[in-house]
Structures are given as structure tokens and as C-alpha cells.
């Protein structure tokens, strides 16, 4: 609850920096600079097995624009996605087979992607996209693990202002895992709604 007042607070300061921005009802989104960052307070991640963890993810990047075609414009980011477990936990049983932990752990996961946006598409201000990118985690279950891996995923904004969108985006992330001194499949799937801010 208290993400979804903070959502809201950003949102109306935003809105008020830009009083002089009118709602956007049709015509294409045009950026107003070269950098748009996205925050994402309302989210989760499902894990594909119990050593990736599953539960309630924030995320937030930053990409700056390098380059545009009549169809897309092209981005360069990086992103910071943690995840807090919260369901599908670990049962981490020792060598003399006594469960040693219950942990759901924890994922601190930085990424840097490319990402297509394909507002020029469209003739309102809806903005889909698609992004690709590696990833590095950290996993902190009762040890500290780590993965890396490939995140690929997309989304859709509807910019209300010429600088601030609302919107949904979908990832799914997988790679090789180091934990408990193994290696094994790591993968996830996440879910997010938030905004996108057009600087």
C-alpha cells in the first residue's frame, strides 16, 4: 500500500512540474529529451525452481537514446531489480539429510539491456517495447549464491503527459546458478505495473 501512495506522490509532482502539459489524447509519443527512466513499485517475480526466488519484486532503470529509425527508437540501460521472497521457498538439507533451513532468500539483480520503443507506430500516445539484456543476481538464502543470464521481456506505457507513461511490462530471466557450492538452472518470470518519466 504504502508503494502505491508513493506511485501516487510521484506521479502528481510530476504532473504539476508540468502543468503547462495538457492530457495527451492522440498523436504519437515524442520524447522530450534523450533519457527516460522507469520505477515499478507494484510487482512480483515467480520462480522456475526453489533456488530462484519468487515473491515481491521492485525494479527500476535508467536508459539513455542512441539512435532512431522511422519504425523504433533504440536505447541503452541498466536496471536494479531486487526481489524479496516470499513463496516457494528453499528447504536446504544438510549432509546428514537434517533440514538446516526454510529460506525463501532474496535477489538483488542488476541488469544492462537494449530496448526498442515503437511509438512511432501508433497515432496516440501508446508506447509498446521490447528489451533484451544480461543480468548479474546475487542470491542471499541462509549462503550467498549468485546467477547470471539473459533477460528478455516487453511492456506497454500510455504517456498521460508528453513525460510521464503508466504502464505494464512482463520479463523473463534465465541463466546458469551457483548456490550451496552446485550449479543449477536459474530462471524466473516477473510481472510489473508502473511509469516511465521522459527527461
Not at 55 to 66: Q, T
Not at 133 to 152: E, H, I, P, S
Not at 160 to 165: A, E, L, Q
Request: aromatic letters at 14%.
Amino acid at each position: 500500500m504504502r508503494t502505491t501512495f508513493a506511485l501516487i506522490g510521484i506521479l502528481l509532482l510530476a504532473t504539476s512540474a508540468n502543468a503547462a502539459s495538457p492530457i495527451q489524447t492522440a498523436g504519437p509519443e515524442v520524447w522530450n529529451g534523450k533519457v527516460q527512466a522507469g520505477f515499478n513499485p507494484i510487482g512480483f517475480q515467480a520462480g522456475f525452481q526453489n533456488t530462484s526466488v519468487s515473491g515481491y519484486k521492485i525494479s527500476g532503470d535508467v536508459a539513455g537514446l542512441v539512435g532512431s529509425t522511422k519504425a523504433l527508437s533504440i536505447w541503452l540501460g541498466g536496471a536494479f531489480n531486487p526481489t524479496i521472497g516470499t513463496f516457494g521457498c528453499h528447504d536446504y538439507i544438510n549432509s546428514k539429510k537434517f533440514l538446516v533451513s526454510n529460506n525463501c532468500g532474496n535477489d538483488l539483480q542488476f541488469s544492462a539491456f537494449v530496448m526498442l520503443t515503437l511509438e512511432k507506430l501508433l497515432q496516440i500516445p501508446l508506447v509498446p517495447f521490447v528489451r533484451g539484456g544480461l543480468t548479474g543476481d546475487a542470491l542471499l538464502f541462509d549462503k550467498t549464491g549468485g546467477a547470471v543470464g539473459v533477460r528478455v521481456g516487453g511492456g506497454v506505457h500510455y504517456y498521460i503527459i508528453r513525460t510521464v507513461g503508466l504502464g505494464i511490462e512482463t520479463n523473463f530471466t534465465f541463466g546458469p546458478g551457483f548456490l550451496y557450492g552446485g550449479t543449477f538452472f536459474y530462471g524466473s518470470w516477473d510481472f510489473a505495473f508502473g511509469a516511465r518519466f521522459s527527461f
